[in-house]
């Protein structure tokens, strides 16, 4: 059977029943009129893509419905307004198309079907489904469910997928199931899932409906609250507080204007806002942040270079290059203001006063003091802050700093700088790299402020123990003072000054209930400290002051003298290195710097039968290692010079040994120590007890300098040695020692290992052939 062909778009025809269309497609038109002409019969067949306006035979579906037209009313536009019944489903096996329209040969599928007990179930079921359907959803009548009252069970199935709101792809399967069980089957399952849809969706408005509610109802008591506040003069509400951010604006009269519209805009954000909202916060927290920094608030600074250097020489005892620095700068800045604040970096070991002497230069120099410590700190968000797109976001603690000292000027204390690590939130060290070239942190950026702020007034000194753990670019940036550990004179010195009152008073002690002799306080320094400054020493003398304090308590008599010092403090538990008796033959005493200060150690060589074997013992590093084998080297290459016995690289073995092994030692410096300690074994001639030297040895003998002279030479007159050995190009640095020490000393300065040996071996005692 041959019929005229119309396409649908979005729409199906079931079997029995009736629908109004509109037509205004020519081909659909066409078709319209070839069905009126003859038995008013037409076929409708889906298009699989609704947006097109000419499909062609592969964009319909082959699968559709045989229906009557049953009235036609022509519009004036053009178009046709039809009221079709559907007749049957129908197979389309062939479709004929020209420019006019299209036609199609069909094959009507009757509708077949015995009742049985599992239709009638399934039948049951849609039913039952199908009024929970239009029981929930808001666009069917509540009528609807009255419609569905139908025996036969593909008629009920048809009229049920007819009104539900699903895809076409959906209803078309449906219309291509001939089969009136699985027609059942699936129009359930669509039914069940379109409930579960409906439910959710009412789970959605349900909630959202709440929070409506719970929002209006805030609303309508917050304008209530107003609305009392107004009445009683208590304009505590967000106008208020915008009339209030606006005025702190306005006071601050000379801020640049970037950062004055960045303000004004955030204050028109905020005012925009609901006062209890999430975002409300975060505007509020950032506007107190910036208006409560020192934009252009500058401290007035102390430009009298004789009062700052009584403040200096008042809180710190020695210390002469960094005072000299300091006043140098006021000088400076008080000739001419354009001068840009140094960045000192005070190197020394712990406890020799570097953060104390900060806080005596903001004292001399009138500046704020802030003190950071960046011991451990790992984020580079700790430099440079947060971004405010993170929840709890805060500047960072360069911005904190300046924000607690309370002018653009203050004196930016980085402690522990050579103590920052890198992990994956960052580099601090590289964030600081801005903070602290005055080249760039004239418009140092924040994250979280996103505005440039001037550093360049602030000035920053930063305190570390070594510098080899500082990242050259940042130590690039900073100039470095060392600030060398004292000599014993200088502890007592400051032990008498400040340590000891200071503690007499914390304890609640009168300075007539206790006294400290001079040779008690440099029997604690000699016998209970080891160290380079003086934290050790203060807790030694807070623990003879608790002592004290019990014996005052109690009645008891107080007389702290060396003999009875045992009561006080214990055993000691401090031995310095001591200068051999007599001379030995290989037995040198070297010089070495700890973090505690210097120190003397014994290098010890002897020789034994064998085949030139060089051992090396006492946990020496590479370095150490390393100047031993040189220094051997050495001694091989001018035996004859040196009076060593004929071929013993080829008959001796050599063991040079450095005492407490369980201390790693390393570094250069023990070079000619060893070379001495070995010409020493090989020839038999003793090594003076009473001299000690320190100096790096090369292949051909020279000697070269080596680093922390000031501390060795005193560690040798500690310990009673009157003459020391050192590299000649090291004579600068006698100049810091103290000159009761100099007076004292005999040091011999050198530049070959020939112009060591006759300082230190003494005599012929035995030659080994």
């Known amino acids: 059977m041959e019929l005229p062909l119309l396409p649908l778009r979005g729409v199906l025809v079931f079997p029995s029943m009736v629908v109004p269309l509109e037509i205004g497609r020519k081909k659909s038109l ?41 009235q036609v009313l022509k519009m004036p536009t053009g178009g046709s307004k039809v009221v079709v019944e559907g007749r049957s489903r129908c197979r389309v096996l062939a479709i004929h198309e020209d420019t006019e329209g299209m036609n199609a040969e069909v094959e009507e599928v009757p509708e077949a ?27 069917m009548p509540g009528e609807a469910s009255v419609a569905i009252n139908i025996d036969d069970p593909g008629r009920l199935a048809d009229t049920v997928i007819a009104t539900l709101d699903v895809r076409t792809q959906e209803k078309q399967e449906v219309l291509e199931d001939f089969d009136v069980t699985d027609r059942l089957t699936r129009v359930s399952d669509i039914l069940s899932r379109q409930i579960e849809l409906l439910e959710i969706e009412k789970r959605i408005s349900g909630r959202v ?39 702190r604006l306005e006071a601050l009269s000379d801020l640049a204007e970037p950062v004055r519209d960045k303000v004004e805009r955030e204050i028109k954000r905020l005012e925009k806002m609901s006062p209890m909202s999430a975002e409300a916060v975060v505007v509020r927290t ?70 104390s002497l900060a806080r005596s230069i903001a004292r001399a120099t009138g500046r704020r003091f802030v003190r950071m410590s960046l011991g451990g700190v790992r984020d580079e968000a700790e430099i440079r802050g947060h971004r405010r797109t993170y929840i709890g976001a805060l500047p960072g603690r360069i911005i904190q700093g300046i924000r607690q000292a309370g002018t653009k000027n203050p004196l930016f204390l980085l402690d522990e700088v050579d103590k920052m690590a890198a992990d994956f939130r960052g580099d601090p060290a590289a964030a600081l790299l801005e903070v602290l070239d005055p080249e760039q ?51 007592r010195a400051i032990a008498e000054k400040y340590l000891w009152p200071r503690q007499v008073k914390q304890h609640g002690l009168a300075p007539e209930q206790i006294q400290l002799g001079r040779r008690v306080l440099t029997e604690v320094i000699a016998q209970y400290t080891r160290e380079a400054g003086v934290r050790q020493l203060e807790r030694e003398l807070s623990a003879i002051c608790r002592k004290a304090a019990r014996e005052v308590v109690e009645g008891k008599k107080l007389r702290i003298r060396v003999t009875n010092l045992r009561r006080y403090l214990g055993r000691p538990r401090v031995f310095h290195g001591a200068a051999e008796e007599q001379a030995a033959v290989g037995v040198v005493t070297g010089l070495a710097v700890t973090e505690t200060g210097g120190d003397i150690m ?72 060893m070379a001495s300690a070995m010409i020493s074994a090989l020839t038999g001639r003793a090594v003076r007890p009473d001299v000690a030297m320190t100096g790096e040895i090369t292949l051909r003998g020279r000697v070269l300098p080596v680093g922390g002279i000031k501390d060795k030479i005193l560690a040798a007159h ?40 006759p300082l230190v071996l003494v005599k012929q005692e035995q030659v080994m052939h």
């Open 286 to 355: 950032y506007l107190e942040w910036v208006l409560e920094l020192p934009w252009t608030v500058e401290s007035e600074t102390r430009l009298d270079i004789a009062e700052a250097e009584s403040i200096l020489e008042a809180d710190h005892f020695g210390l002469k290059r960094v005072k000299e620095r300091i006043l140098e700068y006021l000088a400076v800045q008080s000739l001419s203001s354009e001068i840009r604040s140094p960045i000192l970096c005070l190197v020394g070991p712990p406890g020799v006063g570097k953060t």
């Open 209 to 247: 409906r709440r929070q409506m509610e719970r929002t209006q109802k805030e609303y309508y008591l917050r304008e209530q609250m107003k609305a009392i506040q107004r009445e009683l003069g208590e304009a505590d509400d967000g106008e208020g507080e915008i009339a209030e951010l606006r005025s």
């Open 602 to 673: 014994a290098i010890e060589a002897a020789t034994m039968p064998g085949k030139g074997k060089l051992t090396l013992t006492g946990q020496l590093g590479e370095v150490m290692q390393e100047s031993a084998q040189a220094g051997y080297s050495y001694i091989r290459a001018h035996k004859d010079h040196l009076a060593v016995p004929d071929h013993f690289e080829d008959t001796v073995d050599l063991h040079v040994h450095v005492p407490e092994g369980a201390i790693p030692k390393d570094g250069p410096s023990a070079g000619i120590a």
């Open 441 to 491: 942190n004239h418009h140092f950026s924040d994250h979280y402020l996103e505005l440039p702020f001037d550093l360049s007034s602030v000035m920053f000194i930063t305190t570390a123990n070594v510098l080899h753990s500082i990242p050259r670019p940042l130590l690039d940036r900073m100039e470095t003072i060392a600030v060398s550990g004292y000599t014993d004179e200088e502890k």
């Open 30 to 70: 066409h078709a319209l009129e070839q069905a009126m002409l003859g038995d008013r019969a037409l076929v409708f067949v889906a298009q699989k893509d609704t947006r097109q306006d000419d499909p062609g035979e592969d964009d319909l579906y082959r699968v559709g419905i045989v229906a009557e037209v049953k």
């Open 718 to 757: 500690r310990a009673g040695i009157d003459e020391v050995i050192i590299p000649e190009r090291n004579q600068q640095d006698l100049e810091d020692l103290p000159a009761n020490v100099r007076k004292k000393m005999a040091i011999h300065l050198v530049r070959h290992l020939d112009d060591v040996l």
């Open 113 to 139: 079907s015995e009742m049985s007990d599992e239709l009638e179930a399934l039948m049951h079921a849609v039913r039952d489904l199908y009024e929970v359907y239009v029981k929930n959803s808001r666009k």
